[in-house]
């Protein structure tokens, strides 16, 4: 038998009274599948984990989390989850160690675990501290860590970086990913747009409740009008010679459309026998940008 597809939301409508705050959004996850939320304020980030938690339940469509509703009553006692809340607060006159020992004591998670995460996340030297002496980033690093606990198989994060040392969020995608190699499958909301593009399988970029595009880092260029630009040693005599790179040749580079990419590489290595020369693709961080000022928005839902 297949086994179940962890995430599953299928064409959600999410309304607030009259606001539509999420219209038509349809994706998956599968297990070991690490996707990024991405969106400006208000996009309706947060509310997709939400209804992937079954704490609020949409007006239409269906969302599945191991093939069960997530809105069944049972389903978190069932489901090995790890959730990160966009503003994380725990009762700040626990301490940390406090903190992780009551959630590992409501996910029954052995106590040693505690101990190495506490060490991990760098929290040792505070960790009989109460919460209230804890700085933002401390905190921030004990959320994650109570998110991470149980060794989830399906971990949901709402702004996980927010706060953390760059060190810190190196170490939390780290970990993200040795999760994702135990076939977690891990949603990430987040504004991080490098460390998305280094550290995550796919985006789905949102813009008022509906999604603009949705795909792997060349998915999305290749879905791009950006251009990727292509650079070799010779560029400037070939192009005195040849018509057809003439046509390509802007700002003393060859920049073409993502997807002429391969017919391009061909031509250079068949036609022109050059097989050195270097690819500058579109960095996500500019589709995304490109994305915000020309939305695709009639693009159906997949
Ligand atoms: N409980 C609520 N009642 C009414 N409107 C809400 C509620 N929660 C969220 N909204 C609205 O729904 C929209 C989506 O909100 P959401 O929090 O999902 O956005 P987001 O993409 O996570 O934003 P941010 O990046 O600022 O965290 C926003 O316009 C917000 O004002």
Same mark, same amino acid.
């Given at each position: 038998?297949?086994?179940?597809?962890?995430?599953?939301?299928?064409?959600?409508?999410?309304?607030?009274?009259? =606001?539509?705050?999420?219209? +038509?959004?349809?994706?998956?996850?599968?297990?070991?599948?690490?996707?990024?939320?991405? +969106?400006?304020?208000?996009?309706?980030?947060?509310?997709?984990?939400?209804?992937?938690?079954?704490?609020?339940?949409?007006?239409?469509?269906?969302?599945?989390?191991?093939? #069960?509703?997530?809105?069944?009553?049972?389903?978190?006692?069932?489901?090995?989850?790890?959730?990160?809340?966009? *503003?994380?607060?725990?009762?700040?006159?626990?301490?940390?160690?406090?903190?992780?020992?009551? =959630?590992?004591?409501?996910?029954?998670?052995?106590?040693?675990?505690?101990? *190495?995460?506490?060490?991990?996340?760098?929290?040792?030297?505070?960790?009989?501290?109460?919460?209230?002496?804890?700085? #933002?980033?401390?905190?921030?690093?004990? +959320?994650?860590?109570?998110?991470?606990?149980?060794?989830?198989?399906?971990?949901?994060?709402?702004?996980?970086?927010?706060?953390?040392?760059?060190?810190?969020?190196?170490?939390?995608?780290?970990?993200?990913?040795?999760?994702?190699?135990?076939?977690?499958?891990?949603?990430?909301?987040?504004?991080?747009?490098?460390?998305?593009?280094?550290?995550?399988?796919?985006?789905?970029?949102?813009?008022?409740?509906?999604?603009?595009?949705?795909?792997?880092?060349?998915?999305?260029?290749?879905?791009?009008?950006?251009?990727?630009?292509?650079?070799?040693?010779?560029?400037?005599?070939?192009?005195?010679?040849?018509?057809?790179?003439?046509?390509?040749?802007? *700002?003393?580079?060859?920049?073409?459309?993502? +997807?002429? #990419?391969?017919?391009?590489? #061909?031509?250079?290595?068949?036609?022109?026998?050059?097989?050195? =020369?270097?690819?500058?693709?579109?960095?996500?961080?500019?589709?995304?940008?490109?994305?915000?000022?020309?939305?695709?928005?009639?693009?159906?839902?997949?």
């Amino acid at each position: 038998m297949l086994s179940e597809v962890p995430i599953k939301l299928t064409d959600i409508v999410l309304k607030y009274d009259d =606001f539509t705050a999420l219209d +038509g959004v349809s994706f998956e996850v599968e297990a070991g599948q690490t996707m990024a939320l991405l +969106g400006h304020n208000g996009a309706g980030k947060s509310s997709i984990i939400k209804v992937i938690l079954g704490l609020i339940a949409p007006s239409s469509g269906s969302v599945k989390i191991m093939g #069960k509703s997530a809105q069944s009553s049972h389903l978190q006692h069932k489901v090995n989850l790890g959730y990160l809340p966009e *503003d994380v607060s725990f009762y700040d006159k626990l301490t940390g160690r406090e903190v992780l020992n009551y =959630f590992a004591a409501l996910k029954r998670v052995r106590p040693t675990r505690v101990a *190495d995460l506490i060490d991990e996340f760098g929290l040792g030297y505070a960790q009989d501290r109460q919460l209230k002496t804890y700085s #933002k980033g401390m905190k921030q690093r004990l +959320g994650v860590a109570q998110a991470i606990l149980s060794e989830p198989g399906i971990l949901l994060l709402d702004e996980p970086t927010v706060g953390l040392d760059p060190q810190a969020s190196q170490f939390l995608y780290g970990k993200i990913n040795q999760l994702k190699n135990s076939g977690c499958a891990v949603v990430v909301s987040t504004h991080e747009l490098p460390l998305v593009e280094s550290h995550m399988d796919s985006a789905l970029i949102m813009s008022k409740g509906r999604r603009l595009a949705q795909g792997t880092s060349s998915e999305l260029s290749a879905g791009s009008s950006l251009k990727a630009k292509i650079d070799f040693g010779e560029l400037t005599s070939l192009v005195e010679r040849d018509h057809y790179l003439r046509r390509f040749f802007i *700002d003393g580079r060859l920049q073409v459309e993502s +997807g002429q #990419k391969q017919h391009m590489i #061909k031509y250079l290595v068949s036609q022109c026998q050059i097989f050195d =020369f270097t690819i500058d693709e579109p960095k996500l961080e500019d589709i995304y940008h490109d994305l915000m000022v020309h939305p695709l928005l009639d693009q159906p839902a997949q």
